[in-house]
């Protein structure tokens, strides 16, 4: 299946990588990693928690996009000048707004995000508490009043 | 012609659909009674007829018959013949007809060979499978239909996104839509035994192949969807929390919770409402998820169809049949007794409790998936990604999976932790053990961790239920447990060593560099020009080897450029090893003439996905166990209600 095409193949072909070269980003840390493995690890980590303003669903750390690649070499410039990965979102949040991070900042509009988890801890709790302790009082009061077996 | 003989069909089927709902419900009043007795037969030919759409439009789409307009918009000429067929479930219209088929066939199924139920419960369960399908059809019908013609003639077709030209895609959509819609049956059947309060051991035992079935579809369908996206995105990721994610993970967490819960229902009669409660929300997770994908309303890699008017269609869809599925169930749920009860320190215990734990990861799930549209709405726009679901869903996910260790082992109604605590002594040792090597070792994050030592000691554990019994006696559906669960330990220690231990190089080099990533030393031989049937790329031979005596492999990643429609992906090319994955991608030339790579060693990541295939094998494994005893007790009755007539007509003849 994979011949290679002659001349009129290769037309195309002279095409897709000037096409390739266009799209992608040529910002100096867009595709280089930073050579202290601690610091492209915290690099790394924050790239994965920003969303690619330009793409659907991807975070910058995994898309090809141009304005993917300069916001990752934006982060690796900057952790490599030593600021901090918080910094660097707060920075980034207060230029491109909450969307950019997939990290939701607890604020007036995000606050259910973070109390809903409780809310369904304290049901789960009280679900079985309640379950468990009609069971036992059934229990005490007489088991005749069990359900019949299967 | 063809397209319209599938029309047609179409047609037929849905006006089916309305008859058979008339049927089941004038059948359950005392005057209608004749009526039910065409529900089953209707089910079936309407399933049929569904069946018949569906293979019309595959084959419009096999021909490329550019004059239907979805054929056109969707496929191109040139494209190979398994994307073609392929095409025609890969787009809004034709997945719908999916949708429907796989409703259809399902009903028809059960109205088939489902004689368990007493005649009343399974003419509300028809009824209640054809006002859903009914919904669908109208949808179908009125806003999406898949045969609308085109004119004039276009020469060529629009093709198909070439991320989606893939095998993974020709079998991943319809894997999962026969788990969505499989819930329907469940949800039919739990619609039926509201309707006629026949909630007990006989109802869940008709329920469960179905829940079983289904659920094996949705875990295989998002093992492959994962792995696709693995592979074809390019970038190693293998979840992303992306809201079609969601949506297909939201179902499998209700399946996972009802199948257990029916269970229950089935050994011990206890949790009845409970487990009509699940069916209902399971289904509704389905409808849920597809409308999230199908209108469009998130723009996401998935989401093909962008229009409105489907979105509020579906949106009235999912309002009907689940407020009125809720609503029959706050009715009636009152008068469903609770059934049997039990201690919180037994087998139902456990299951209980891990049932409202993946219930409440389903709902995390669910608030975060659709809490950015509230948001929109409030006007302001807000990402919810991997750093608020991975901690959050851990939060319930970890005792969960400590419980899961104990569960299989306790005893039904009442049992001791005392009696089993011993045998949990080994895997306890084993989670301290991992745990004080991994902070000797190496530097792990606190998920990855949690997830290394408790997957370990979930491993060893959920063997446990095998001690001490004869292996070649146990029931087939003990070993579907034991095997899902460690299916669970597997997938777990999987994701957290891809997590804790992978190692990302990205360089830059010339031909004949060699480059170095985790163990494996990377040599870019040379670059040539490949051609395939749609595209053209240009390919990376690369020489890799394992450590510094290992044996020269040969790599191949591509940089493929599709001409219909135009577009630029990166095949990437992977080595297995039994420890773990080489991942290879070509990225773009640069000004110097020097070629960008992209490598990833990931130790232990092939475990997500083996895990997530033993998980669904011990589904199988649990269907065929009860598939065979359910057949041989019908088998077993019929040979006694035989003796017994024939006994009869002895006497009678006597007489």
Known sequence: MRRVLPALAAVAMLGAPALAQQEQSTAPFAYRQLDDPAKERAAMDLMETLRCLQCQGQSIADSDAPIAGSMRSLVRERIKAGEAPEEIRSWLIERYGDYVSYAPQLTELTWPLFAVPLVFLLIAVLLLRRRFTLVREAEEHGPGHEGEEA | ?655
């Not at chain 2, 529900?39 to 007829?49: F, I, S, T, W």
């Not at chain 2, 969707?74 to 429907?100: Q, R, T």
């Not at chain 2, 229950?264 to 009509?276: F, I």
């Not at chain 2, 239920?465 to 447990?481: C, D, E, S, Y």
């Open chain 2, 1 to 655: 012609m063809i397209a319209e003989l599938g029309l047609a069909a179409l047609w037929l089927a849905a006006a089916l659909a309305g008859l058979q709902l008339l049927g089941g419900s004038l059948g359950l009043t005392a005057k209608g009674q004749a009526l039910g007795r065409v529900v089953r037969p209707v089910a079936v030919v309407q399933g049929l007829l569904a069946l018949f759409a569906f293979f019309c439009l595959i084959y419009v789409f096999a021909i490329t018959d550019l004059s239907v307009k979805l054929v056109a918009l969707n496929s191109h000429s040139l494209k190979p013949l398994v994307f073609k067929i392929a095409g025609a479930w890969g787009n809004h219209e034709g997945s719908m007809l999916l949708w429907v088929t796989v409703m259809g066939v399902a009903g028809g199924f059960v109205a088939l060979i489902e004689r368990r139920l007493p005649e009343r419960t399974m003419l509300a369960t028809l009824a209640g499978q054809a006002f859903v399908s009914l919904g669908f059809y109208a949808f179908l019908l009125l806003s999406s239909n898949p045969f609308e013609r085109l004119s004039p003639v276009p020469a060529e077709g629009q093709g198909l996104n070439p991320l989606l030209q893939d095998l993974g895609l020709a079998f991943h959509p319809p894997t999962l839509y026969l788990g969505y819609v499989g819930l329907s049956v469940a949800f039919s059947f739990a619609i039926g035994a509201l309707v006629t309060r026949e909630v007990g051991p006989a109802f869940a035992r008709a329920m469960r192949p179905w829940v079983l079935a289904a659920w094996i579809f949705l875990t295989v369908g998002i093992t492959a969807g994962s792995y696709w996206a693995y592979y074809e995105l390019g970038w190693g990721g293998w979840w992303f929390w992306d809201p079609v994610e969601n949506a297909s993970l939201m179902p499998w967490l209700a399946a996972t919770a009802l199948l257990h819960s029916v269970s229950v229902l089935a050994a011990r009669d206890a949790l009845r409402t409970w487990t009509v409660m699940l069916g209902v929300v399971a289904f509704s997770m389905s409808m849920v998820g597809t409308f999230l994908v199908r209108s469009g309303i998130l723009t996401s890699v998935h989401a093909f169809a962008v229009d409105p008017e489907r979105g509020s269609f579906i949106l009235a869809l999912l309002a009907i049949n689940i407020g009125g599925a809720l609503t029959l169930f706050a009715l009636r749920a009152a008068t469903v007794s609770e059934g049997a009860r039990f201690a919180p320190m037994s087998r139902e215990g456990a299951l209980v409790i891990n049932n409202v734990l993946l219930c409440a990861i389903l709902g995390i799930v669910l608030f975060g998936t659709l809490y950015p549209l509230v948001a929109e709405a409030l006007g302001a726009q807000v990402s919810v990604g991997p750093p608020y679901f991975n901690p959050m869903s851990a939060l319930f996910a970890v005792p969960m999976l400590v419980v899961l260790a104990i569960g299989p082992m306790l005893r039904w109604r009442r049992d001791d932790f005392a009696r089993i605590g011993k045998n949990l002594v080994i895997p306890a040792m084993l989670v301290v053990v991992m745990g004080g090597a991994l902070v000797a070792v190496a530097d792990v994050a606190l998920l990855p961790f949690l997830g290394l030592v408790l997957g370990v000691g979930l491993g060893w554990a959920s063997l446990l239920p095998l001690r001490g019994r004869n292996l070649r006696r146990l029931p087939l559906a003990v070993w579907g447990m034991v095997v899902a669960h460690f299916g669970i330990a597997v997938a777990l220690v999987g994701m957290s060593s891809e997590s804790a231990f992978s190692t990302e190089k990205l360089v830059a080099v010339e031909v004949g560099e060699i480059t170095q990533v985790g163990p494996w030393g990377v040599k870019l031989d040379r670059i040539e020009p490949v051609a395939g049937p749609n595209w053209t790329a240009l390919e990376a031979r690369l020489l890799v080897r394992y450590g510094p005596d290992g044996k020269v492999t040969r790599l191949t990643p591509q940089s493929r450029t599709f001409w219909a429609p135009p577009q630029n992906t990166s095949e990437s090319a992977l080595l297995t090893r039994w420890n773990g994955q080489l991942y290879a991608v070509l990225g773009g030339e640069g000004e110097d003439g020097r070629w960008q790579l992209r490598l990833w060693w990931k130790p232990l990541v092939p475990l997500i996905w083996l895990g997530g295939l033993l998980i669904a094998l011990g589904g199988l494994l649990a269907l065929l166990g009860r598939v065979t005893t359910d057949v041989r007790r019908s088998v077993q009755s019929d040979r006694i209600a035989e003796r017994r007539e024939g006994e009869e007509k002895l006497r009678e003849d006597r007489a």
